[in-house]
Nanobody, 115 residues
Framework: QVQLVESGGGLVQPGGSLRLSCACS????????MSWYRQAPGKDREFVAF????????RYADSVKDRFTISRDNAKNAVYLQMNNLKPEDTAVYYC????????WGQGTQVTVSS
């Protein structure tokens, strides 16, 4: 069955860094575009970053541009989100998403930025 399993979340101080991972199985990962989304308490889920099947020209939400980097390893069926200079407003549950003919979501990983 299709699985997307996020990991790497946690509690970090403002200015710190985290690297999220999303391990995928049950579908042909290399043919799916991948994205990261996040949802803060009381807010709608919002787009964070996008990467194409082979990686060029990633896209980012303005709020994370120049701080976050999305990447993927098609050999490992995984997508990553490197998050630097984290801010309290980055606190949210982070989800990975796969899109092609179908859309799949992971279960999310909590990121809390607080001193």
């Amino acid at each position: 069955q299709v699985q997307l399993v996020e990991s790497g979340g946690g509690l970090v101080q403002p200015g710190g860094s985290l690297r999220l991972s999303c391990a995928c199985s049950g579908f042909t990962f290399s043919t799916y575009v991948m994205s990261w989304y996040r949802q803060a308490p009381g807010k709608d889920r919002e787009f964070v970053a996008f990467i194409s099947t082979t990686g060029p020209s990633p896209r980012y939400a303005d709020s994370v541009k120049d701080r976050f980097t999305i990447s993927r390893d098609n050999a490992k069926n995984a997508v990553y989100l490197q998050m630097n200079n984290l801010k309290p407003e980055d606190t949210a549950v982070y989800y990975c998403r796969a899109d092609r003919t179908s859309t799949y979501w992971g279960q999310g990983t909590q990121v809390t930025v607080s001193s």
